[in-house]
């Protein structure tokens, strides 16, 4: 029997490989600027901390978080050239508009908060291009397609650190046009690139993307998407209720893959510029480096578990993938005796302290930290003295900060393919926009809490509290990937149409 034409085909994966440019650009809209969040918001707004810098980040996740059942929804009703072109809009505008957030006498960072928003609210397409795979793929075809579309998100988080490294070469200064009020810079260049990649994808929308639907066997199925059309053809094949008991375990564990990660990213830029006494552009720079490295690591374990998932099953990698996060933060706790270099705090008039104090203090100090700036527009750096655990925290030293970059480099893209993997298998033929939605906005919402929890528990209380809660919330997730480990198996093989 012909289960589709050849022409069928090819257009079927010419528009799931738009999806997968679609999910790239997604992936750079966010990890573009991720590295120089920082230091842009202590440049543009002095008043900014570092517990701001978590509602920064989480701001992203927040819009994405309330636009991914919405769009979820609507791709559910009609056709998804709609929801997925005004997401992109949307992403393209907020770059543009936090270019200009230094134009504002005051409240910057509130503008940068906005912008880094509305980039997440147009990230919420993310849900509408994961059901639309997992609708125009077979059971058989779906892994390996979940998996290209995380290859294409981990290739954004690659590329996007290393956008941001190139465009460091600019400078903090950059170039001013004077006419439109735009400094074309280090932070300002990679959100006006993104922008650009962001009009190229709508584009590429409009002229290749087709609707296409199939079966969990591969035969082509109608679809409500296709416009003209008031209901979806259903089948017997999508004859039965969802296992909600797996849904929401899924959704779960999503939810503490995607919090553990973005504890990770979140983190980078300040425990690397307090630990290491890197400063503003060197903390961009090396960690661009080491991201990058990441990222490809994260490609190839793409490619290698889409091989691996056909002899073992999705649940056992998924299985393996959370061990090797929880090893990954096992070794970031900080276990040695050498304390980190204090940072000198801005001091009028270049004065020197009292010696009582300076005697008091230097226990704690280097050598290297002794070492007054010789004025005031000398960068400081180390680990600043407002954070009292600078004073007794032992540093975490390089080789575990690398050695745990690779270990979650391994452990993260397993679970993130193998979660979405799962998850539309469970589903099955049944309509997954909304579904997707929700698993996305599980997603964000980790996105959210994870950088404010790191933010916050980092600041007062220092990585020792923060890396062992995130050693026990992937505990308590293995504990309950045990428990509901039967139910996670596709909706066809559930009633029996195939076998697993």
Request: aromatic letters at 12%; glycine letters at 8%; proline letters at 5%.
């Amino acid at each position: 029997d012909v289960v589709e034409t050849q022409e069928h085909y090819k257009s079927r994966w010419r528009s799931i490989w738009i999806m997968y440019l679609t999910m790239f650009l997604s992936s750079v809209g966010f990890s573009i600027v991720i590295m120089s969040v920082w230091p842009y918001l202590q440049k543009i707004d002095p008043t900014a901390d570092a517990s701001f810098l978590g509602w920064i980040i989480a701001s992203y996740s927040i819009g994405q978080m309330v636009a991914s059942p919405l769009f979820g929804l609507w791709s559910n009703h009609r056709p998804r050239r709609e929801p997925l072109v005004v997401s992109t809009a949307i992403s393209v505008a907020a770059n543009c508009l936090y270019a200009y957030v230094h134009v504002p006498p005051s409240h910057n960072k509130y503008y940068m908060l906005t912008a880094r928003a509305l980039v997440g609210f147009g990230a919420g397409n993310v849900a509408v291009v994961r059901s639309y795979i997992a609708g125009a793929t077979s059971l058989m075809e779906r892994t390996s397609a979940m998996a290209n579309t995380s290859a294409c998100q981990a290739v954004g988080f690659i590329l996007g650190p290393v956008f941001q490294t190139c465009f460091t070469l600019i400078g903090e200064e950059g170039i001013t046009w004077k006419l439109i009020k735009l400094q074309l810079n280090m932070y300002t260049a990679p959100v006006l690139f993104g922008a650009l990649l962001g009009v190229i994808n709508i584009i590429l929308i409009f002229a290749i993307f087709r609707e296409h639907r199939v079966d969990d066997m591969g035969r082509q199925c109608k679809s409500i998407n296709f416009e003209g059309e008031e209901s979806a053809v259903l089948d017997q094949e999508a004859e039965g209720d969802i296992d909600h008991v797996a849904v929401v375990a899924i959704n779960f564990l999503f939810f503490v893959i995607l919090f553990v990660f973005a504890v990770f990213e979140t983190i980078a830029t300040p425990l690397t510029m307090d630990m290491y006494s890197w400063t503003r552009k060197e903390a961009v720079f090396y960690n661009g480096i080491i991201l990058s490295v990441v990222g490809i690591e994260s490609v190839i374990v793409f490619m290698v578990v889409k091989t691996l998932s056909k002899k073992t099953g999705e649940r056992a990698i998924l299985h393996g993938g959370l061990l090797v996060v929880l090893v990954g933060f096992f070794i970031l706790l900080p276990w040695g005796k050498k304390l980190p270099n204090i940072q000198w705090q801005e001091i009028k008039n270049n004065s020197i302290p009292r010696r009582a104090s300076m005697e008091m203090l230097m226990p704690f100090w280097s050598l290297q930290a002794t070492q007054l700036p010789s004025n005031q527009t000398v960068e400081p750096v180390g680990c600043p003295v407002t954070q009292s655990w600078c004073l007794n925290t032992p540093m975490i030293y390089l080789a575990q900060y690398i050695s745990s970059d690779v270990l979650i480099g391994l452990g993260y893209p397993v679970c993130n393919v193998m979660s979405y993997t799962l998850y539309s298998k469970i589903l099955g033929p049944k309509p997954q926009g909304v579904y997707m939605g929700w698993l996305t906005a599980s997603g964000s919402g980790a996105r959210i809490l994870g950088p404010v929890f790191v933010s916050q528990i980092y600041t007062h209380l220092g990585p020792r509290w923060a890396f062992s809660l995130v050693c026990g919330v992937v505990v308590v997730s293995l504990l309950l990937l045990e428990i509901v480990y039967k139910r996670l198996i596709a909706f066809s093989v559930r009633y029996g149409r195939l076998q697993e």
